[in-house]
Structures are given as C-alpha cells and as structure tokens.
C-alpha cells in the first residue's frame, strides 16, 4: 500500500468561533490493524455540531480531542485488512473513527451495512447517529401523539429532517423552524412538514400563526432567540427535547456556567407540567440500533422519509466545512466526500 | 342547628402579597346536602401555598376563586347529615371543601378516615395532599437511588418534610434547605436529614460543603436564588422535580410571562442529560392514594417518618397565617383548627 494517510488535527482550542488555524491537516504512514482490529478506508466522514464540544476542554459529557490528536468523528468505508473473521476486506462498514482517509477500529465497534437498503453516506445521517439521535428523542422523551403540534429547530438539518419526518409518520402536525427561504421551502416541500418558520424573519408573529393552539413538543437543537419564542408557546403536558443548543456552542468556555445569557423563568414548568429533558444519543442509543434501522427502512420503502445531503468533496476541505455548519451554512446533512 | 357557617370569601384579587382585605369573613346559613351529598363540619382546614394562585386571574392550570366566592381548600372533619348510604352522621371524612365550617360535598369526593392511624390533622398533611404530592413527585420524577444526593428546598415544610424522609427511606443522602436555624435544627434533629443549609446564607459555599459531588435530585419549591445556587450543581442525570416557585408566587400576574426574571441558561440540560419536569398532583394522584396511604402508613410504624404541624386557632385567623405562609413564616403544615 503505497498511499499515505490523511488526517485532521486539532492544533489547538479555538476561542468562539473555529478558525481554520485551529485544524491541521497532515499526511501519516498508514496504520496497521492489531490483534482483533480491521483497518478500514474511510469514504465518507460525517460532520456534527456536537464536535465543537470536543475542540474544547470545557468539562462535557465526553472527553474533549487531545492537541494535536486526531478530530473525532465517525465514518463509514470499506475494510481494508482485517484480523478479525467476523470482517473481510472490500466488507462495507460503518463505525470508521477520526477526520481520517484511513482508520483502525476494534471490530465489536463495527457494523456491516448493506448498500442495498440505501446509499453508503446515508449511515452517517439518516440511517446513523443523527437519525438515531432523532428516533431516541421522539421514542424517550418527545412521543408525539397524532394531533400534536410539534416544531423542529434546524428543521432542514441532519437531526431535524428525520425528527420531523417520524412526527409526521406519527401522525403529528409538524412545524419547521430553519434560516433562508431556500431551506424553509425545502423542509415543506420535499420533507412534508406542514409549514417551516423562518427564524431571520419575526418569530413570534410566524408562531402565532402557525400555532395558534401552542406547542407539545419542541425539538430543540439551537437556543438562543428561537428557544425563547417557541418556550412561552409550550402547552399544557408539553415536552422539550433538549438536543442541542448550537447557537451558543461558539461561546465563551462553558458557555452553561458563568456568563451564560440567562434562560427561561421556569415558573411554568410547574403550572404546564412542563418536562425539559436533555440526552445524549451515544448513552445508550446504539443498543436500540437494530430497530431503529428497521423502522427507518420501514419509512422509506413506504415514502415517508426522504433526506438531503451536502456533501463536500475532500477531507482538507473538512475544516472550512465545519465552521460553516456551526454557522448554519451547510443545506442539509453535512458529510465529506473522502478523496 | 342553630350556628350559623362561617366563611372566608375572596373579596379582592391581591396585587403581590396578599393583604387582608383582600378577603372577608361572613357568617352564613348551614347549607342543605341535595340528593347524593353530605354535610361536613369541618374540624380542620388546610393551608397550601397553590392557594396564591386561586386567588389571581392569571391563566393556570386550575379555575381561579371567583370574587365573593369561598376561597378554595381542602378540610377534614366530622359528618353531620347524609344523603348517601356510604356516610353516616359522626364519620370522619377527608373532602372537605373551601375555607369554612360546614361544607356540602358530592359523596364519590370524599374518603373516611380511620383515626386511630393518625390523628385527624394529619390526613391534611402527612396523609393528604402535601403528602401525596411528595409521594408522587418522587415516585414519577426524583426517583432517588440508594446513595444519591437528594436536596429538598423548603425542607421544613409540608411538602418538604415528607418529600426528605422518602428520599431517605429509600437510601439517599438527604440535604435539606430551608430558612433559619431553628428550622434548619428541626429537619436535621427531628426529621433526621443528613444537612439543612439556611438559604438566608452563603448558599453555594454551604452547597460546596454539605453536596461537594454535586446534586442528583432537586425538590424545586422555591425558586428564585435558592434554584440558582441549587441549579449548576446539578450532576449529570439529575432531575429537578418542580413542585412549585413560591418566591415568586406574589409577583406581577404571570410572573411566568412577559417580566417575569430569567431563569437558567439550558444548555446543562443537555450535556448533562438533565430532567426538569413539573407536576401538579390533582391531574392523576389521588388514583394513586391507597397505595400512597399504605406505604406512608408503613414508614410510620418504622418510625422514618415524623411530621410538624403548625396550628393556628380559629377560622377568622386563615387570611393572617395564609399570607404568613407566602413569606415562610409557618413552621411545618399550617393547619387552622376550625372553631
């Protein structure tokens, strides 16, 4: 194997926003599998907002990337060599690990994926983390009931695009929240939600008038003023799937303890019997995998889950790509296409 | 019959702290039981902090007490005529209604009591509705595991004394908040918590000390700066069971809506996959009293569970102590003893 590896470092914290000096990209020997590991060809890299908390070594539920140490991330690919007989080389796989053009991975952390059921990529959203993360939040904390309105922040993200759709499958009015027309006639129009807010324009008035009833279920993935106006319209028995608040995740370190904005009075969390729950997908979300899957599957054969990627071309783009992301710049489910 | 009933109407709706003019004490005829009633004189009647928000027309989760009307309350007492096989002359019954002496109840709205279990005062606290609400509020929400550390504000009161000794018959580590040291020496000597902090004082640095692992279980009764010092503390999984927010029961209407003061900044919520979920216990819980009833019954005879009575002579002294109770000045479940 004459080709070298690839790879993403993180060359040091950032402070607020990622700047491109912050990653580096250098070209290493290939890795070689140990006993029980495969190494894998990554071909697709998926790009999150969950991993700003990494670049940062504020206390979080993970441990942050090491300077110097490869970007985290997951990747889908094919096997390379294996010492492991559960995986066999030209194996298609997902679990790939690292801004990385090739990875070694212990095989008990990966999972064979049929190209059949849907394209390679599509394991790294809708058929991977982000869709899991999706079904667990509506499964645990969201239950949607067939009636209820529900409004979905980042609506036409890799989260927020299949969040919505299983609502609606559900049976749930479903309200989009997501910046630009472009995006906001996206999510009505090809992803089915019965209306999409833009939250540039006068939030208020847009919720007013597309949920004059209120709201049971907010999906939240961003904070800030999209939070604040969706939290009063809350009804009784509502329910906020906290997701994400990306909208301050470019903050000062630990943008939740000192020197955070505030927050909403919880004063009717009591009176509403409100329920606010945070989780993490990683938790213990992959047990449930297999049925996720076959849900999702189940929705797709039946044309209710459709799904957009943007996908960029080469992982040295990899580090323009993700600022952007946390700057809602990506259209949809941001993955790199690795050269 | 020849004594008269004796009546507390809500005569004005309270701009902040209640004052007693807002009510008026009349002397009426007894009322009659129609077809399936019972006439009650009641012995004793509870005082509750949810009473603020009857007395405002500010939206909630329950009908305000209309100008004129009998304020809202829950008594115990002694049956004196029945319209229903099921009740007998000399009963003594919880379901009492409203601040009054004698009150006419629908039969299916009220349950016999035995007094030889407690003594009668005792089904409106311990028994009754605070009670339950400490009972359900664990059961559905905190759910304390042996070793965690729970933290109940207002500790020395109805709901928080009960609330405390459950969290500590199930094996938790119990710190209670509450205002003064005489209550603080009450719930730590006689309700045998582990630590009661006085909110008068530094509460973080006695956070740092009693909770130096951080929080599992926040019983929030109080909001305000006991909920921002209790908040941050939180560890990761924690829940904050929102009872109520009684220091800010006397502010603006809807001191929930527009002026109300921030709350938290959320984004703990989901790195730390935090539950804040609020309940009212008249929605499902007294389906549940029998169950309730047996295990507070249990712990009783086990001798983990004590409990503090405020009683204050006479019915004409209910506006008096009910505005004490909004400014803490009660000391365990206030309790008029009706004369």
Redesign the interface.
Known sequence: MSENNLQVLLRRRPAGEPVAEDFEVVETPVPVPGAGEVLIRARFLSLDPYMR?RMSDAK??AKPVELGGVMEGLSVGEVVASNHPDFAPGDTVMGGSGWQRFCVVEAAKLRKVDCNEAPLSANLGVLGMPGLTAWVGLEDIGEPKPGETVVISAASGAVGQVAGQIAKARGARVIGIAGGAKKCAFVVRELGFDACLDHRGDLNAQLDAACPEGIDVYW?NV?GHV?EAVF?RLR?FGRMV????IA?YNQAPG???AG?????????????????????VS?KGWQRYPQFRAVMLGLMKSGQLVWKEDVVQGLRKAPEAFIGLLKGQNFGKLVIAID
Chains 1, 2 share one sequence.
């Open positions: 908390g979080s539920y939240e904070g939070q009063p009784d906290m997701c994400g608040m301050q943008a939740d303890a955070a904005p505030p927050g909403p009075n919880l004063g009717p969390v009591v009176r509403k019997r409100l329920r606010i729950q945070g989780f993490i938790d």
